[in-house]
């Protein structure tokens, strides 16, 4: 009795160990960096500080796993496929460096950085995703809000939404299909809001004379 009691202890241990061993280990992806480069010479600068809010966005999207769906909306995330932070953290970033990097504005900060700004712009994240189905998509859809903080009104607003086309039907491709889509993004919200500025230029140097 005690010798088939010794057995079996041993062959849960053993299984258990196995176990172990056989977890699958968790890959790990990040968002591209924007191409940077040196500001066109000669281009006009606006006298304006801006500052960039935290990203809204659902739960899914403060979180650091993949999302996917299917044709039907049905959402689900991977287990051991994620990003390296989450994608409201991981656009933020994007936004903030584009912004930067185009030497379009006299400064622009993070809100959390407590400095003073003229203009506060906000951000939602609606959708971060792969959709199946006859084919794979790489949706991406994002709100933008950019509010006057003197007169506390909203005077400009912008929407993005574009799915696109996977090469694979495998993670690493649609990360790569994510990837390219939030350079789109970025690249039509920096055209958007420089437009949006550039209207308003003679309108924004009243007001800086004004002040002084």
């Known amino acids: ?4 009691t010794a057995i079996i202890l041993l062959a849960l241990a053993l299984g258990t160990a196995c176990g172990c061993g ?3 280990p968790s890959k790990y992806y990040q968002l591209r960096a924007p191409e940077e480069s040196a500001p066109a010479k000669g281009q006009e600068i606006y006298s304006v500080t801006l500052l960039l809010a935290p990203l809204g966005g659902s739960r899914l999207y403060r979180d650091d796993r993949l999302v996917y ?3 039907t909306e049905e959402m689900g995330t991977y287990q051991y496929q994620r990003w390296a932070m989450p994608p409201t953290e991981m656009i933020q970033e994007t936004l903030l460096r584009s912004l930067r990097a185009s030497g379009r504005y006299q400064a622009v900060y993070a809100l959390s950085s407590n400095a003073h700004g003229d203009f506060l712009l906000r951000a939602r994240l609606d959708d971060f995703k792969e959709v199946s189905g006859s ?3 790489a949706r991406v859809t994002l709100e933008f809000e950019l509010r006057d903080m003197k007169s506390g ?3 400009w607003t ?3 939404t574009h799915d696109e086309p996977v090469g694979a039907r495998d993670v690493p ?3 790569a299909a994510l990837n390219q889509n939030v350079q789109r993004c970025a690249s039509e919200f920096m055209t958007e809001l420089d437009q949006y500025f550039a209207s308003h230029s003679m309108q924004l140097s009243s007001q800086q004379t004004g002040q002084h």
């Open 1 to 4: 009795m005690k010798k088939q």
């Open 22 to 24: 056989a977890a699958r």
């Open 69 to 71: 769906s299917s044709a």
């Open 135 to 137: 084919s794979v998509l």
């Open 153 to 155: 009104a909203t005077v």
């Open 158 to 160: 912008h929407f993005y």
């Open 173 to 175: 491709h649609v990360v």
